[in-house]
């Protein structure tokens, strides 16, 4: 089955996680313990349910996105006995149906991307031990919640873990996007006008991978220190006003709503393509595209044509997560030390939720170190320690010069 030969590629490949899937076999700490779970149901997570099921956890497992699941993973999952309601192409109501599904499971732990898993869980004031949250996207929601005081259990930020957005956002969103991107295009980015909207760790890496194809990259920021800091790293800044009229390619990076809108859209030249690299589709307003559209066609797969009159856009995934709709997410690399935060998470919660409280917290600066140790042992790769003489040094303020 191919979805068995997929996910073992990735274990081959996940060799960090593999390490804590042997420490974590053999400790059992997620013995009697339920976990659901709402993340992109493919490859890698699947190595991150095995992971968690040999910890000792029995797993319950749903998509959190409709389109993102690939269906010979979620067949493969349910062949070795997992609960997963994941599948590739969900109307919206089979999507939260699915994840009511999970949420009947009765998790004793969450592992969620984007939060929905969570809010379905609040919404049924139904208590969990502790919950943790992959995404950027997710963890802006999740901290609104910590401070309207409504957030029910303790969450793990693993969004905010070094080993997660230097590398996974920065590397991972930049490789994958762009893959994405020619996988359902076919067309060359060397000298294209690509912008890019958000200059956040997606952003960045984003908009390093296109200028790495020969892309001239225009970035659309609203915060003025990463506007800034877009300047510093060599691409042109303006508004997203601007940028419509000249733009060939536009990539929405940005975790927020309505970044391209209706009257940029009418400015666009013809031939313009959109497409969205955060986790939900908001970013783009298809709604709007729809509205102003004279006929819309599929002219490949996950290309629509949109259809103005006098110009012609298209839209790529349907305004979904592009590297996930049109690619396989992020490389395996990438993902094996997100994947190692969130099982290391996971462990943590067990131990440990009898003493949290209701808040959004940090990945342990322990944990996330050890994922980095981890990775550079992997890579056969040796660095320096600090003499006790160093240390000293380093926190004696009388030394002087």
Avoid at 212 to 233: F, K, P, S
Wanted: charged share 30%; aromatic share 6%.
């Amino acid at each position: 089955m191919e979805g068995f030969n997929k996910i073992a590629w990735a274990e081959r490949h996940m060799k960090v996680l593999g390490k804590i899937r042997e420490e974590m076999k053999r400790d059992k700490p997620l013995d009697g313990f339920r976990i659901g779970m709402a993340l992109h149901v493919e490859a890698k997570t699947a190595v991150l349910v095995k992971t968690l099921v040999d910890a000792g956890a029995e797993v319950a497992i749903t998509g959190c996105n409709p389109m993102s699941s690939q269906n010979d993973v979620a067949d493969a999952l349910r062949s070795m006995g997992i609960r997963c309601y994941a599948k590739r192409g969900m109307s919206v109501e089979e999507y939260y149906s699915a994840i009511a599904k999970v949420a009947d499971f009765k998790p004793d732990i969450v592992v969620d991307d984007g939060a929905d898993l969570i809010f379905e869980l609040h919404r049924r004031g139904q208590k969990v031990k502790g919950a943790s949250e992959e995404t950027t996207t997710g963890v802006l929601r999740l901290k609104a919640m910590e401070r309207e005081g409504v957030l029910q259990f303790p969450v793990i930020a693993v969004n905010d873990a070094f080993t997660k957005f230097l590398f996974d956002n920065r590397y991972g969103t930049g490789q994958s996007t762009v893959d994405g991107i020619m996988r359902a295009t076919n067309m060359l980015l060397a000298g294209k006008k690509v912008v890019v909207a958000g200059y956040g760790w997606c952003g960045r890496g984003i908009a390093i991978r296109c200028r790495g194809m020969g892309a001239n990259v225009i970035v659309t920021e609203v915060d003025e220190i990463r506007a800034l800091e877009a300047i510093m790293d060599g691409f042109t800044v303006m508004d997203m006003d601007s940028a419509s009229e000249i733009g060939d390619i536009f990539i929405t990076a940005t975790g927020n709503r309505d970044v391209v809108r209706e009257e940029h859209m009418r400015k666009m030249k013809d031939g313009a393509i959109l497409a969205n690299a955060g986790h939900f589709n908001v970013e783009v307003d298809v709604k709007a595209l729809e509205r102003i559209a004279k006929s819309v066609k599929e002219v490949r797969k996950n290309v629509k044509e949109y259809d103005l009159g006098d110009r012609r856009l298209y839209l790529l995934a349907e305004g979904r997560l592009v590297n996930l709709v049109a690619g396989d997410g992020h490389p395996i690399e990438v993902m094996d030390m997100s994947f190692s935060d969130q099982a290391l998470a996971v462990r943590f919660i067990a131990e440990n939720w009898e003493r949290l409280e209701n808040k959004v917290y940090r990945l342990p600066e322990e944990l996330d170190r050890k994922v980095a140790r981890l990775k550079l042992e992997t890579l056969g790769v040796k660095i320096d320690k600090l003499t006790e003489e160093q240390i000293k040094y380093l926190s004696d303020w009388r030394s002087g010069t």
